[in-house]
């Protein structure tokens, strides 16, 4: 173990618990910062004894970011949000919120900044979240000009929200709807984002935004198929018009934890796909894994 620390911010969700267990495995001092500082608990035994610790700050409160920060070597901020609800919303955290830890790293004189935004990053973007995503990344830019910035398509993984939705779906319905049925996306193993994260983090691609799809694209219609296939399910599948998609997005997004919301179906509305004109993971060194690889091995029934 050296003495580099690195601060993750959002270091106990999805990609970030990838991230931290990465970091550790690189040797670095791991601080996982997030708004309840115990729900990062599950991380310490990533690494060995006092090598992962947990730290508290709300990403919108300058001076808990301030003390996050201080003596790191690298941020990592992996804190963003896809639906809009109570004091949540775009414009706090991936877009302010985003600043504002940009801002208080380069104060703070660190040496490396990675931000995770997502390929639908878009200022022109149909959906409210993607225009959010660019609008952060521009803060970001601005506030730490050095920063590499990931674009990830889809992210799959076991503890993902795409495929173990529909399989968990297809466990109480003959029939499985499919919204944005054509649409074509490029889904990434958690596990090479995370990668990705730790090879950004170096004065080589300082300033560099990347684009991360995996190996093959996929329809909308393709993915349902391969979540069925993976948990062992035949269902026959729906396509969803447009109009019926969004009254059901409308009343689903009341729910605690949607399953679509208006905005979501208008991110659903344009492909999700690695442009070509950007660095990817070939430039990271990383040879992305397929999905047919490494869903069955947490659907699989």
Same mark, same amino acid.
């Given at each position: 173990m050296t003495n580099r620390l690195a601060a993750v911010f959002g270091g106990?969700? @999805?990609?970030? =618990?990838?991230?931290?267990?990465? #970091?550790?495995q690189d040797g670095?001092?791991?601080?996982?910062?997030? =708004?309840?500082?115990?729900?990062?608990?599950?991380?310490?035994?990533?690494?060995?004894?006092?090598?992962?610790?947990?730290?508290?700050?709300?990403?919108t409160r300058d001076y808990a970011v301030q003390a996050a920060v201080a003596r790191a070597d690298l941020v990592v901020n992996l804190v963003g949000v896809l639906n809009q609800r109570g004091r949540d919303r775009f414009s706090t955290i991936n877009v302010k919120g985003a600043g504002? #830890?940009?801002?208080? %790293?380069?104060?703070? $004189? !660190? *040496?490396?900044?990675?931000?995770?935004? *997502?390929?639908?990053?878009?200022?022109? +973007?149909? +959906?409210?979240?993607?225009? +959010?995503?660019?609008? $952060?990344?521009?803060?970001?830019?601005?506030? @730490?000009?050095?920063?590499?910035?990931? =674009? /990830? +398509?889809?992210?799959?993984? /076991?503890?993902?929200?795409?495929?173990?939705?529909? %399989? *968990? #779906?297809? $466990?109480?319905?003959?029939?499985?709807?499919?919204?944005? %049925?054509?649409? =074509?996306?490029?889904?990434?193993? !958690?596990?090479d984002v995370a990668a990705a994260v730790v090879a950004a983090a170096t004065a080589a691609h300082e300033g560099t935004i990347f684009e991360l799809g995996g190996p093959k694209i996929y329809t909308m219609r393709q993915i349902v198929e391969l979540a069925l296939a993976a948990a062992g399910r035949r269902r026959l599948l729906l396509p969803l018009p447009t109009a019926v998609a969004a009254i059901k997005a409308a009343v689903l997004q009341f729910l605690p934890d949607p399953l679509l919301t208006p905005d979501q179906l208008k991110m659903l509305s344009v492909d999700n796909v690695v442009g070509g004109a950007l660095p990817g993971f070939a430039r990271l060194g990383i040879d992305p894994q397929p999905a047919e690889a490494i869903v069955p091995t947490y659907l699989a029934v």
């Open positions: 106990a969700g @999805f990609i970030g =618990r990838y991230v931290v267990q990465r #970091l550790a670095w001092r791991v601080r996982v910062v997030g =708004r309840h500082r115990e729900e990062g608990a599950f991380l310490r035994p990533r690494g060995d004894v006092g090598q992962v610790v947990l730290a508290y700050a709300d990403i504002q #830890l940009a801002e208080a %790293a380069q104060a703070a $004189g !660190v *040496a490396q900044f990675v931000h995770v935004s *997502a390929l639908g990053a878009d200022h022109h +973007s149909p +959906s409210l979240y993607g225009q +959010s995503k660019a609008e $952060g990344e521009d803060l970001v830019r601005k506030a @730490f000009p050095r920063a590499a910035i990931l =674009r /990830p +398509s889809v992210v799959f993984g /076991p503890e993902d929200h795409v495929f173990n939705r529909i %399989a *968990a #779906l297809a $466990g109480w319905t003959p029939v499985m709807p499919v919204v944005a %049925a054509n649409t =074509r996306l490029q889904p990434v193993y !958690v596990g």
